[in-house]
C-alpha cells in the first residue's frame, strides 16, 4: 500500500518562509506524480493552490509556490500571513490511482 | 462560473447504502473527470476513486474496490457516488472535485461536501 507522508505540524511566524513537503513511499517524487496541493480550513471544503507541481491557479496567492526538492513535492509559503493558517494537502498521482498526504496543520505565531 | 453542488447530509444504518449526488454546472460536463474524496471526522483526506462522465468509466481505490460504484447522468450533469454495507468507520464528509487531465492534470473546483453519519 502506497503511503504519502507530509510534515503532521509546522510553525512559522507572521512574515516568515515555510517549507512544507511530500514523500511517495515508492521513492523519489517526480513531475510525472503531478503532484496537487491543497489548503484546507476548519469547516470548510478544500481549496486548490497548485497542480503539476508548481503551476498555480488563477485565485492562488503569489507567496505560494510549489516545486520538487530532495526527492519531495514541496510547497513553500513565502511572506506568511495570519489567514495562511490551515492543513495542507499534498496529493500525487500514481498511473490511475491518487493518494492524499496526511495533511500538515500549519501554525502562524 | 464553475459550481459543485451536492446533496444534503445523510443519516444511514449499520449495512445500509448511501448515494451522494454532485450536480455541475459553468462548463462543459463531459469534458472534465469527477475525483469521489472522503474525510472521517478530525481526519485528512482520503481518495476514493474518479469517473470520466464522457464514457462512464470508473476508478476505484482499491479500500473500496466492491463498495463503491461511481455514476453519471448527463442528462443532468450530475455525478453519483454510492457506498454499500456502511459501517461507523464511514461516517464522514464527502466531495466531490473536478479534474482535467489534459497532461496538466489539474484538480481545482470542490463540491461544498456531504457528511453522511453511520449510525445504529
Known amino acids: 500500500q502506497t503511503v504519502v507522508t507530509q510534515e503532521p505540524s509546522l510553525t512559522v511566524s507572521p512574515g516568515g518562509t515555510v517549507t512544507l513537503t511530500c514523500a511517495s513511499s515508492t521513492g523519489a517524487v517526480t513531475s510525472g506524480y503531478y503532484p496537487n496541493w491543497f489548503q484546507q480550513k476548519p469547516g470548510q471544503a478544500p481549496k486548490a493552490l497548485i497542480y503539476?507541481?508548481?503551476s498555480k491557479h488563477s485565485w492562488t496567492p503569489a507567496r505560494f509556490s510549489g516545486s520538487l526538492l530532495g526527492g519531495k513535492a514541496a510547497l513553500t509559503l513565502s511572506g506568511v500571513q495570519p489567514d495562511d493558517e490551515a492543513e495542507y494537502y499534498c496529493l500525487l498521482y500514481y498511473g490511475g490511482a491518487w493518494v492524499f498526504g496526511g495533511g500538515t496543520k500549519l501554525t502562524v505565531l | 462560473q464553475v459550481q459543485l453542488v451536492q446533496s444534503g447530509a445523510e443519516v444511514k444504518k449499520p449495512g445500509a447504502s448511501v448515494k451522494v449526488s454532485c450536480r455541475a454546472s459553468g462548463y462543459t460536463f463531459t469534458s472534465y473527470y469527477m475525483h469521489w474524496v472522503r474525510q472521517a471526522p478530525g481526519q485528512g483526506l482520503e481518495w476514493m476513486g474518479i469517473?470520466?462522465?464522457?464514457?462512464?468509466?470508473?476508478t476505484y481505490a482499491q479500500k473500496f474496490q466492491g463498495r463503491v460504484t461511481m455514476t453519471r447522468d448527463t442528462s443532468t450533469s450530475t455525478v453519483y457516488m454510492e457506498l454499500s454495507s456502511l459501517r461507523s468507520e464511514d461516517t464522514a464528509f464527502y466531495y466531490c472535485?473536478?479534474?482535467?487531465?489534459?497532461?496538466?492534470?489539474?484538480?481545482?473546483?470542490w463540491g461544498q461536501g456531504t457528511l453522511v453519519t453511520v449510525s445504529s
Open positions: 469517473i470520466n462522465p464522457s464514457g462512464g468509466s470508473t
Open positions: 472535485a473536478r479534474y482535467l487531465s489534459s497532461g496538466y492534470y489539474i484538480v481545482d473546483y
Open positions: 503539476s507541481t508548481s
